[in-house]
C-alpha cells in the first residue's frame, strides 16, 4: 500500500509537470503566434503600399505614353506644316528670280540716259 502511494505520488507529480510542460508550450506557442501574426500584418500593409505605389507608376506611365503620342503626332504635323512652307518659299524664290529678270530688263530697256 506504501508502494501505491509512492507510485500514485509520482504519477500525479509526473502529471503536474507534464501539465505545466504543457501550458509553458503553449503559453510560447501563443507567443510566437502573436509575433507572428503581427510581422504578417506589418508585410500585409507593406504590400498595400507597394500595391498602391505600383498603381501609382502605372497611371504615370499611361499618362507618359499618352504625352509622348500626342508629342509624336504634333512633331508629324509640324514636319508637314514646314515641308509645305519649303515648298512655298522655294516657289516664291522661283517667282522673285523671274520679277528681278524682269526688273533687270525693263530698266535697260527704259534706261534713255544714254541717248
Do not use: Y
Not at 507593406?46 to 507608376?57: K, L, M, S
Amino acid at each position: 500500500s506504501e508502494t501505491l502511494r509512492s507510485i500514485n505520488s509520482q504519477t500525479d507529480s509526473l502529471e503536474k509537470r507534464m501539465m505545466e510542460a504543457q501550458a509553458q508550450n503553449q503559453a510560447k506557442m501563443a507567443r510566437q503566434k502573436e509575433i507572428f501574426e503581427q510581422k504578417l500584418k506589418g508585410q500585409e500593409e507593406t504590400n498595400r503600399q507597394v500595391v498602391a505605389a505600383n498603381d501609382g507608376i502605372s497611371k504615370e506611365i499611361t499618362a507618359l505614353q499618352n504625352g509622348n503620342a500626342a508629342l509624336r503626332q504634333s512633331a508629324k504635323e509640324l514636319g508637314e506644316s514646314n515641308k509645305l512652307m519649303r515648298n512655298e518659299l522655294r516657289e516664291l524664290q522661283s517667282k522673285l528670280g523671274v520679277a528681278r529678270a524682269f526688273i533687270a530688263t525693263a530698266l535697260t530697256s527704259t534706261d534713255d540716259s544714254h541717248a
